[in-house]
């Protein structure tokens, strides 16, 4: 597939517009998704920025209905084993715990319903150290994820172009060696991400966030703030 540099294919969302209302997406309609909308996240991905250019990460894309259960049943171990560790003994007030209660409702029904998602993209990179030496000794740029993280990224904000929905998720990862082999999936990958990908039934919008800029940014030297 190209990608014809302009294509707006009826797209009205502003780039930075995209940015502040794309939100984890957990809940979706049976409607499917079109061949051409996975292409043209796929294609997003790939132009993302990577170390050497080297694009180190293959996808998988599954849309298999016995493939989807099999792949939902082994999230939702996962998930069963999960959930119990994560749940925060209190909390500092009411408006926290009806924001986790909510965020948590959403993540349980995705577990429970999984294998009806349309499309399911597993994002996978080789394990390979990225380490360079010379004579002074190792020089440690930066691990591989650094170079896949933004293709994930940009994968979900072309999602979010289309107005189509999708979550970042990793709980496959508690049972990984099963998931690779259910996919045929060589051993020398890690399968870091798996996108679920459909048509939301919820809604966009700016997610809260806790910690804002002003809060975490220092100027010239750590600890030096500034008021926007």
């Known amino acids: 597939m190209t990608f014809k540099t302009g294509e707006a294919r009826g ?5 930075l517009d995209g940015l502040m209302t794309n939100r984890a997406m957990r809940r979706y309609s049976p409607e499917p998704v079109s061949e051409e909308d996975i292409w043209t996240c796929l294609q997003a991905a790939v132009q993302a920025p990577s170390g050497g250019n080297i694009q180190p990460y ?16 082994i999230y939702r171990r996962g998930w069963r084993r999960y959930e119990p560790a994560i749940a ?8 926290a715990r009806e924001s986790w209660e909510r965020n948590n409702r959403a993540t349980i029904h995705l577990a429970e ?19 360079v030496h010379d004579d002074e000794g190792p020089m440690p740029v930066g691990p591989t994820h650094a170079s896949v993280y933004p293709a994930i990224q940009n994968f979900m904000l072309a999602a979010r172009s289309l107005r189509l929905g999708t979550a970042m998720t990793t709980l496959h990862r508690i049972y990984e060696d099963e998931v690779r082999e259910l996919v045929g999936i060589p051993q ?20 809260p966030r806790y910690r804002s800029p002003e809060r975490i940014t220092s100027w010239d030297r750590f600890g030096e703030k500034r008021v926007p």
């Open 11 to 15: 797209n009205e969302i502003g780039l």
């Open 58 to 73: 293959q996808f998988v894309v599954v849309q298999d209905s016995g493939m989807k259960v099999s792949l939902a049943e």
């Open 88 to 95: 925060p003994a209190e909390f500092p007030n009411n408006t």
């Open 113 to 131: 319903n999984l294998e009806h998602v349309p499309v399911l993209v597993l994002l996978l990179m080789p394990s390979i150290d990225m380490t």
């Open 188 to 207: 020398r990958y890690e399968i870091l991400a798996l996108l679920p990908l459909g048509h939301p039934t919820g809604k966009w919008g700016v997610a």
